[in-house]
């Protein structure tokens, strides 16, 4: 069973004594083998392959049976993980990359250079940062097992930026797999980090355990964000699916998980009682809701109907149901999210608290919008995106809009998501979803700032002119041009209407205080340095 948040907030008062009374069986209940980790992390992943998905959860999972090239550090600056050292060439057109030592396969297969290539090329075909990069490398080669080569064709000054982006992660496969063209899902899940995957105790839909990988050889240095020493402190990580977040609290209570990675606004208070447990921010800059609209079909093929939602969305009123804590919400105004370097206020002339709904009314008749069904994907197990969802869809029908709800679990939403046909064959016109609020400063590596027609995100905006600027994201050589490359991309974005943003949630985790160690990120969960006490 889903629970609504207005079911939620229904339950929470006698709901928190219960779960209070819950916590004195902890004793009980609790296990005792301090070498297993039982984490919640929303959804398990519906498909394994990070090369073809931005999903969050498709990205927790590759981070921990495969290893990467770079990974940022907290600071989001770009450190070596399976490279022992690199350069470049004078000119800025040839870069070295020679593999450091210790690095081997889960199937006992040594890692090379050849695997690597492989895995740059399938990479640099399917996500946004490797499709900048390609359209200006020459070539990627290995020089010897152990050495591999880029060669530009033209400058690209953030390549290791690139190789490093977290938005759909550049995992190193073995080139057997890497050669799979990335349209065709891998599904081995043999890698070379820190975790193997536990074919065997898979359990779809319910959980999926990680087994530490005793072969792996982590680097020297601390772990810094997705960088640094990966080191397994634990036997065994078991991801449980509970879709059912009064369920999650519960069982985090009694001791039977040791980390819900969102924990429900109504339980925060609970959870900060409890001696047992405590809040912690695992992902610091939140998620940033957004409305992407399906720029293919009717109406919003028409720019003045995506103004029109633009005009009509209260982040405000959205913010306070999907995260009623003022602590934890903010407002966004920028395409570039809240507190980057070039989060910026051109064009936000459109942003008014409490919206504009007689001016979304005007906008939607001019748009030629005649009363048509405009179906809202909404995945009912996710409390976040439910509720939002049908308050869109509320405030949509009191200006008149035939607004209908499509209800699915969130692998149902990946799947009829990627339709790009009329409502009539199964399409849609909105779908709600979330982007971390880090990601957002990287327009290079953030699939939703894309705007390439129907090689873009779902929704497949097309503005060349923006795509013209975004292109120069990777060449601009100083802070300050890419400031204002930002601003100018800024006034194009809120002109032609990119994504329609419901606000930043900056949603807390819940975890026992005897698991210590939890990164903390701005987007994707490690699962190594965590121990039990």
Known sequence: ??????????????????????????????SE??????VVLDQLPSGFDSHNT???????????????????????????QMIGNWGVSEDRMTYTFALRDGLGFHDGTPVTAADCVASIRRWGAASSAGKLLMERTKDVSKRDDKTFTIVLREPFELLIEALASPSQILAVMREKDANLPPTEQVTANIGSGPFKFNQDLAKPGASFTYDRNERYVPRKEAPDGLAGGKVVKVDRVIWDNISDQQTGIAALQAGEIDLLLTCPPDFYSTIEGDPNLELQLVITGGQCMFARVNFLQPPFDNVKARQALLHLVDQEAFMTVIAPDPRYRHPITSMFGNGSPYSNDENMGWYKKGGDPEKAKQLFKESGYAGERMVILDSTDWAQGDVAAQLLASELKKIGVNAELAPSDWAGITARRANKGPVDEGGWNIHISSWPNGALSDPMGTALLQANGENAWYGWPKNEEYEALRAQWAVVETLEERKALARRMQHLWWDFVGAVFLGQAVSPSARQKTLTGVISTDGLVPLWNMEKV
Do not use: C, E, W
């Not at 969050?56 to 070596?80: E, K, W």
């Open 54 to 80: 931005t999903s969050a959860n498709t990205g927790n999972h590759a981070l921990a049976i495969y290893d990467m090239l770079f990974a940022f550090d907290s600071q989001r600056v770009p450190r070596p």
């Open 33 to 38: 083998d301090t070498r297993v980790v039982r």
């Open 1 to 30: 069973m889903i629970i609504s948040r207005r079911d939620l907030i229904k339950l929470s008062v006698y709901a928190g004594a219960a779960l209070s009374a819950s916590s004195i069986l902890r004793a009980q209940a609790a």
